[in-house]
């Protein structure tokens, strides 16, 4: 195992009708003047902002409100949310909504106490130092970014979609109430349930040795949603399942599995390329790009393969063909996916075979990088190409 230092300190608040105490928290953590970031509908259709308003009211918080962040959030709103919270002196900003809102909330929370321009936290020319403190209410189990340091925008020069992270803009609080998952439609609960398994998945692919402790717990995660993936499909208002689910959704992204050990993150790059250029959901893009990740890193460490295979999708060790049993994990990984109702080839993707070269282009040389792609295995532009090509 590798030296680490895990600092996670973001206060859980979980269970039903727990979005009524929103208030109480920011009062709690610091917050006098508040900006309510949110979504397109949801969040109003279902009552969850007026609750959410109440509760402000209620703690004698007064706040201002900006809606309208889209899946794959985008730099133009973060910059107007920058320019909002200055001209009304907010100094907490308050996540309504999925990863995309989360997201977003982050970068205003560090642009606002930034002298330039917020894009170079995600360009990789600066790193966020301070930031106003950011609290969640989560409605869909997926992103993890309520426990995570994590942001991930895309900006509309270039759709550039780039990630940064700082314990500065970690969650001091987030809500969480499963029930809220209810409402989500079955293709947007298939999709939190792909990347929360792709988050573990790509901590599980490490060259670190002697991980047992972290093995085991994500694979206990990926048991877990493979048995509660289904039965949310099968039944939205199951709120055991839901709630099984958005813990794990947590647990697999904010690195608690993810310690002392390198970590893979080459499929969320290439995929990350597919939800910029098409605007298609992340999980989504996920279910595509993973298994053909993994069928072309697997010899890489086939042995790491055939122990999820064994150990989570209940396949039989083949000792003298292990590539056989690695294979059989991945075709069942593959399989899941598709009977969740996730896509599993650019078609139903909505990607075009004609775009790869461009997605190769701006995964592997835009915005600073430097023709290769590093994880679990380096990965160069024609490995990326031969990736694309799989999914096809
Ligand atoms: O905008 P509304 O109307 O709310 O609709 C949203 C959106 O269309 C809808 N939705 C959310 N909660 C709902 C609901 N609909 C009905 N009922 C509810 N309770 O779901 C759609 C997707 O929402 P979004 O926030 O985009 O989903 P998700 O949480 O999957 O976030 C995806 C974003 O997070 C990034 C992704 O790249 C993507 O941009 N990620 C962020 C990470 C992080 N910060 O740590 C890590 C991840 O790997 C990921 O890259
Ligand atoms: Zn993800």
Redesign the pocket.
């Known amino acids: 195992m590798d030296n680490f230092t895990f600092y996670s300190p973001t206060f859980f608040v979980f269970g039903k009708d727990t979005e009524n105490e929103a208030g109480q928290y920011v009062k709690q953590f610091g917050g006098s003047k508040v900006l309510i970031h949110y979504?397109?509908?949801?969040?109003k259709k279902s009552g969850l902002l007026d609750r959410v308003g109440a509760s402000l009211d209620a703690a004698g918080i007064p706040y201002v409100s900006l809606g309208g962040?889209k899946?794959?959030?985008r730099s133009g709103l973060v910059y107007e949310g920058i320019d909002l919270c200055r001209k009304e002196g907010v100094d907490f900003v308050l996540a309504v909504?999925?990863?995309?809102?989360?997201?977003s909330a982050k970068a205003i929370a560090a642009g606002v106490q930034y002298d330039g321009d917020f894009w170079d936290f995600y360009s990789g020319k600066a790193h966020i130092a301070r930031a106003l403190p950011v609290g969640t209410v989560l409605?869909?189990a997926?992103?993890?970014?309520e426990g995570?340091p994590?942001?991930?925008i895309t900006k509309e020069e270039g759709m550039f979609k780039r990630?940064t992270g700082s314990n500065a803009i970690r969650p001091r609080f987030s809500i969480l109430n499963p029930a809220?998952?209810q409402?989500?439609?079955a293709y947007?609960s298939a999709?939190?349930i792909t990347?929360i398994m792709a988050?573990l998945y790509e901590r599980y692919l490490t060259n670190t040795k002697e991980v047992e402790v972290t093995d085991r717990m994500i694979e206990a995660l990926l048991l877990t949603m493979k048995h509660e993936g289904p039965r949310v499909i099968a039944d939205p208002n199951n709120y055991d399942a839901r709630a099984n689910i958005m813990w794990a959704g947590m647990m697999a992204?904010n690195n608690s599995c993810g310690v002392g050990r390198s970590q893979d993150w080459n499929s969320?790059n290439i995929e990350?390329e597919l939800?910029a250029l098409y605007d298609c959901?992340?999980?989504a893009g996920l279910a595509v790009t993973m298994p053909a990740v993994f069928k072309y890193v697997m010899n890489h460490d086939v042995m790491r393969f055939a122990k999820v295979a064994v150990r989570v999708w209940g396949c039989q060790m083949d000792f003298d063909h292990p590539e056989v049993t690695a294979l059989e994990g991945i075709e069942a990984f593959r399989r899941f996916l598709i009977d969740l109702g996730m896509p599993s080839n650019f078609a139903e993707l909505g990607a075009k075979e004609e775009d790869i070269p461009k997605l190769v282009e701006v995964l592997c040389h835009g915005d600073g990088r430097t023709g290769s792609i590093s994880g679990f295995v380096e990965l160069s532009e024609e490995d990326c190409t031969k990736i694309y090509q799989m999914m096809v």
């Open positions: 979504g397109g509908q949801s969040a962040v899946p794959n959030p909504g999925g990863g995309s809102v989360i997201d409605t869909i997926a992103a993890g970014s995570s994590d942001s991930v990630g809220l998952t409402t989500l439609p947007q999709a939190g990347d988050h992204h969320h990350h939800s959901a992340h999980g």
